[in-house]
């Protein structure tokens, strides 16, 4: 199982930014994804989850009305669009897989949000 995320850089209070997690070594059709973010000095924390079909999506509300979760079975890819972002959004970016009770992570991609 590989997780590699990918979009994360520098942006403006106010802006947007799409970051992408790439996946491979199994099935990924067949399995929830969900994105988690962590600020320096915090604790991870949940960000999103998509179901297997794309057909039912959950985000935390620190962020609802802002961030999209979405994602293409084709490419194999989970994506996060991020809109309106504030500085407490700063934090690296983790997507995370559950397979057969195991938690898969990437290894984060850094979104800063910053004037």
């Known amino acids: 199982v590989q997780l590699v995320e990918s979009g994360g850089g520098l942006v403006q209070p106010g802006g947007s930014l799409r970051v992408s997690c790439a996946a491979s070594?199994?099935?990924?059709?067949?399995?929830?994804m969900s994105w988690y973010r962590q600020a320096p000095g915090k604790e991870r924390e949940y960000v999103a989850v998509?179901?297997?079909?794309?057909?039912?999506?959950n985000v935390a509300d620190s962020v609802k009305g802002r961030f999209t979760i979405s994602r293409d079975n084709i490419k194999n890819t989970v994506y996060l669009q991020m809109n309106s972002l504030e500085p407490e959004d700063t934090a690296v970016y983790y997507c995370?897989?559950?397979?057969?009770?195991?938690?898969?992570w990437g290894q984060g991609t850094q979104v800063t949000v910053s004037a």
């Open positions: 998509i179901k297997s079909d794309g057909g039912s999506t």
């Open positions: 995370k897989a559950v397979i057969l009770q195991r938690d898969y």
């Open positions: 070594g199994f099935t990924f059709s067949r399995y929830a």
